[in-house]
Structure formats: structure tokens, C-alpha cells
T-cell receptor, first 108, second 113 residues
Framework: GQSLEQPSEVTAVEGAIVQINCTYQTSGFYGLSWYQQHDGGAPTFLSYNALDGLEETGRFSSFLSRSDSYGYLLLQELQMKDSASYFCAVNQGGKLIFGQGTELSVKP | NAGVTQTPKFRILKIGQSMTLQCAQDMNHNYMYWYRQDPGMGLKLIYYSVGAGITDKGEVPNGYNVSRSTTEDFPLRLELAAPSQTSVYFC????????????FGQGTRLTVV
């Protein structure tokens, strides 16, 4: 079996930094990825970590610690358009299992 | 490239009816997935396929069937629709098991009444 845990909601102000955590319990772990979904839209890929450490893509960074079964998404210089749901997903050899998602609200 | 195309975008079914949700991708991806997403919830994997002719169950397969006769197409069949199947359905694809940048279709919003 597998399970992923993320906070259900996070609120932050424009220009701030926010971290969304994800812990997982799974077998056959290949990596952890992050997706963004705006209301009414389709999920879009943000980043993927196969190895321990930090991956940086512009304002977004993602971190993985395989020994702790833990990862996080870091969003810097928050903008209003970053208000969305964020999902972590484990890759079990191509089978993608998603967490319940974290709703991020960015306030002015 | 159109990416991942799902049809229809919206559908209302009566209890007990059947339908097929269509999904096609033009990126020559080996892996394809079907998810359902209930309001305010995450994506639950229904079925997935690692290549033409190969399909496997995900987290919530009951009440659904799939087939993968070609690399491009991955239809999802609902038999005997039930109100519990009211949801938004997303199809997705990715290149291979190591590359998990999955590309999603725009979704099908299904209501069973």
C-alpha cells in the first residue's frame, strides 16, 4: 500500500516564502513529484526529485530526503497567481499516486 | 502537438447507463493513466497502462474498465453508472517509468443522476 500526507491548507502573503511538506509511505519508490492545479483546471507538472537534495526551477524548489520519506515544495516571492492546490505524487515505477493536495491562498 | 485530448468535456448520465470516456495522446508516451477527482480532494488512480496491450488496476478500479489497443488511445468505460461515479475524470500520459512529468488532459466532468 501507499499513503501520502500533506497539510490541507496554507495561507501566506504576497512576496513571502512558503513551504509545503509531504511525507509518504510506499513501496517501490522511484521519486517524488509536485503538481499545481488551479480551480477548474488540469494539474500541471512543477518538479521531480529522484535523488536526495534540492531541485530549483525559478521561484519553485523541491527537496527530497529518501531516508526520512519526506519532501517539500518551496515557493519564493509569492504572487497572487500562485493561489492554487499543490499535490505531491510518488512514482512507483511509473505508477503515479497523488496526495490529497494542499490549498495555498496568497493574500495581498 | 495537441498533447492529451479528452472527450467529452461534460456529460450527464442516468443511473445504470454506460459510457466511454475517450483519451488520446500524440506524444508517443508509453504510460497512460486515468484519475478521478472529487470536489476538494486529490486525484485517485483508477487504471494505468505501461504500453499497448498492458493495463493494470490503480487505487479505485471498481465500476470501470479500460483497454489499450494502441499507444495513442486509452479509453475508460463506465458500466452501470452510479451516483458515486459523479466526479471529474482526468487522463494523463508520461514518457516512461523514470520520467514522471505527466501531461494531463483538460478533464471530463461527469454527473450521474
Amino acid at each position: 500500500g501507499q499513503s501520502l500526507e500533506q497539510p490541507s491548507e496554507v495561507t501566506a502573503v504576497e512576496g513571502a516564502i512558503v513551504q509545503i511538506n509531504c511525507t509518504y509511505q510506499t513501496s517501490g519508490f522511484y521519486g517524488l513529484s509536485w503538481y499545481q492545479q488551479h480551480d477548474g483546471g488540469a494539474p500541471t507538472f512543477l518538479s521531480y526529485n529522484a535523488l536526495d537534495g534540492l531541485e530549483e526551477t525559478g521561484r519553485f524548489s523541491s527537496f527530497l530526503s529518501r531516508s526520512d520519506s519526506y519532501g517539500y515544495l518551496l515557493l519564493q516571492e509569492l504572487q497572487m497567481k500562485d493561489s492554487a492546490s499543490y499535490f505531491c505524487a510518488v512514482n512507483q515505477g511509473g505508477k503515479l499516486i497523488f496526495g490529497q493536495g494542499t490549498e495555498l491562498s496568497v493574500k495581498p | 502537438n495537441a498533447g492529451v485530448t479528452q472527450t467529452p468535456k461534460f456529460r450527464i448520465l442516468k443511473i445504470g447507463q454506460s459510457m466511454t470516456l475517450q483519451c488520446a495522446q500524440d506524444m508517443n508516451h508509453n504510460y497512460m493513466y486515468w484519475y478521478r477527482q472529487d470536489p476538494g480532494m486529490g486525484l485517485k488512480l483508477i487504471y494505468y497502462s505501461v504500453g499497448a496491450g498492458i493495463t493494470d488496476k490503480g487505487e479505485v478500479p471498481n465500476g470501470y474498465n479500460v483497454s489499450r489497443s494502441t499507444t495513442e488511445d486509452f479509453p475508460l468505460r463506465l458500466e452501470l453508472a452510479a451516483p458515486s461515479q459523479t466526479s471529474v475524470y482526468f487522463c494523463a500520459s508520461s514518457l516512461d517509468r523514470g520520467n514522471t512529468e505527466a501531461f494531463f488532459g483538460q478533464g471530463t466532468r461527469l454527473t450521474v443522476v
